[in-house]
């Protein structure tokens, strides 16, 4: 079992930066391929970024390429977003998700979501 606790969500103005954080339990973190997922208001919950168990591999939707980084610390059991250039589209409550297969289509686990708002 691993849970996930997302935190670094907030209120920034477009083209502004946040990192969001996605902290696991478990002492099998490194074994997990880690993702991230965002969901808007009255809109489905769609893939953002992923990572591979050890980091050397990583994936993207287009619209956030060149924008958004994925990396994690698996000494420290937690992975990261990295958001800059951020637009009101980015708007959404955005999920962490673990998986012991690729999470481009979502893992084993979810977090409870952090709430990211963006201001034009």
């Known amino acids: 079992q691993v849970q996930l606790v997302e935190s670094g969500g907030g209120l920034v103005q477009a083209g502004g930066s946040l990192r969001l954080s996605c902290v696991a339990s478990g002492r099998t973190f490194s074994s997990y391929a880690m993702g991230w997922f965002r969901q808007a208001p009255g809109k489905e919950r769609e893939f953002v970024a992923a990572?591979?168990?050890?980091?050397?591999?990583?994936n993207y939707r287009d619209s956030v390429k060149g924008r958004f980084t994925i990396s994690r610390d698996n000494a420290k059991n937690t992975v990261y977003l990295q958001m800059n250039s951020l637009k009101p589209e980015d708007t959404a409550v955005y999920y962490c998700?673990?998986?012991?297969?690729?999470?481009?289509?979502?893992?084993?686990?979810w977090g409870q979501g952090t709430q990211v708002t963006v201001s034009s």
């Open positions: 990572i591979s168990w050890s980091g050397g591999s990583t």
């Open positions: 998700t673990a998986g012991t297969a690729v999470v481009v289509n979502g893992g084993d686990y």
